[in-house]
């Protein structure tokens, strides 16, 4: 296992390099870059994500002496169409402090030999280090994702179960279109409904719209802070929830009907045993294994992909909006800085997985499957 453990590890290596290389690449040939951003702000003509956007590149990108001009190069122009009459020396300027002005396979190299010391450097557009942006926004994802986790596995296992045990009743029957219908809705349009009907949207006002706490929350003493702490991730863990449960209920169901099928279950039965004994006592543990096992990758997955527009849909200032702020302002530190190190997370994470496999069932040798 030792060695299966090694090689999972090198392996990390050349996929989290393939990875970083490929989004790189498409990112550089994306058109409104950094250097873009700030030429339409200089403009006038700029789209900001969020009202947080500064529009100011580390906070001394653009000088007080830059001055507008009516000409500009004609290679300046090539390179940034929307750049008409802006002083060609201002743009050189931007090129050196973003340092576009070095080729680009200088700058990769550059990145990467940084983020394996895990120095990210700072935000273009945000006068603080991207280490200290993520971990300032990681407890509201971390908050989502582990509620919604634990919320999901808990609806799922034992609806499940059920499902399989009463396959073909009723309850079946009726449970299944529930999950269907909860499968066909994304997410963020539930999430859009539940405003509607909850948030003041046009009904009722039972639930706030913004933030993950009240803005008097330090005044509070701690039972109330608590409540205030649900009362706000009522509805965007709800939302995320909805979508979720679906498939691993799905998943449960069609694992315990698998193993229910099996010679050794009715062996078990004809021995005697209770329903219940055999259910729980044979059946569960082969058939959680691949429920359980998957928890480490539908953690990863529901923290840093599906909570992503319900932050932005309830302005929670978690990873999610930070991730999507730093798309729409080309920020590239933020961009490169994040999926380096949840790339890696994630694939961490999926070893941690094939291991809780090992760990669920022991007959199961990935060293051995691989000779």
């Known amino acids: 296992m030792l060695a299966y453990i090694i090689r999972r590890l090198l392996f990390i290596i050349p996929t989290l390099f393939g990875i970083m290389v490929l989004n790189f690449l498409i990112v550089q040939a994306a058109p409104g870059g950094p250097i873009e951003q700030i030429v339409a702000k200089l403009q006038g003509n700029s789209v900001e994500a969020t009202a947080r956007f500064s529009g100011s590149a580390n906070g001394d990108t653009v000088s007080s002496n830059a001055t507008m001009r009516n000409s500009m190069s004609s290679d300046v122009t090539s390179r940034y169409p929307g750049a008409q009459g802006v002083d060609p020396e201002l743009i050189k300027e931007l090129e050196h402090q973003f340092g576009f002005d070095e080729p680009l396979y200088k700058r990769f190299f550059k990145m990467i030999w940084n983020y394996t010391r895990f120095d990210f450097g700072k935000s273009y557009f ?8 993520v971990i300032s926004k990681m407890p509201v994802s971390i908050s989502l994702g582990l509620w919604t986790t634990l919320i999901v596995y808990l609806i799922s296992i034992p609806l499940g179960i059920r499902k399989a045990v009463k396959d073909g009743s009723s309850f079946d029957v009726w449970t299944s279109a529930v999950i269907i219908a909860g499968y066909a809705i994304p997410s ?24 993950l706490v009240s803005d008097n929350w330090s005044d509070l003493d701690w039972p109330h802070r608590i409540l205030d702490y649900f009362w706000h991730i009522a509805l965007p863990i709800l939302a995320m929830v909805i979508g ?8 449960t169901k069609n694992s315990f009907l698998d193993e229910i099928n099996k010679q050794y279950v009715l062996t078990a039965r004809a021995k005697g045993l209770t329903e219940h004994r055999v259910l729980y006592g044979h059946v569960f543990r082969n058939a959680m294994l691949i429920v359980i096992a998957g928890f480490p990758g539908a953690f990863v997955s529901i923290l840093f992909t599906g909570a992503m527009l319900i932050e932005v849909i309830f302005s929670l200032d978690g990873m999610g909006l930070l991730g999507f702020e730093a798309t729409i302002n080309r920020d590239y530190p933020v961009m490169f800085g994040t999926l380096y190190f949840f790339t890696l997370l994630g694939l961490v994470m999926n070893l941690i997985g094939d291991l809780a496999y090992v760990a669920t069932d022991p007959r199961i040798d990935f060293e051995a499957r691989d000779t």
């Not at 945000?126 to 942006?133: A, G, P, S």
């Not at 859009?192 to 009907?197: F, P, Q, R, T, Y």
């Not at 979720?244 to 998943?251: I, N, P």
């Open 188 to 211: 963020f349009l539930f999430a859009v409904l539940l405003i509607v009907l909850f948030a003041g949207g046009r009904y009722f006002e039972w639930f706030p719209l913004r933030g």
């Open 244 to 251: 979720g449960f679906a498939s691993l209920t799905m998943l």
């Open 126 to 133: 945000r006068d603080d280090q991207v280490v200290d942006l």
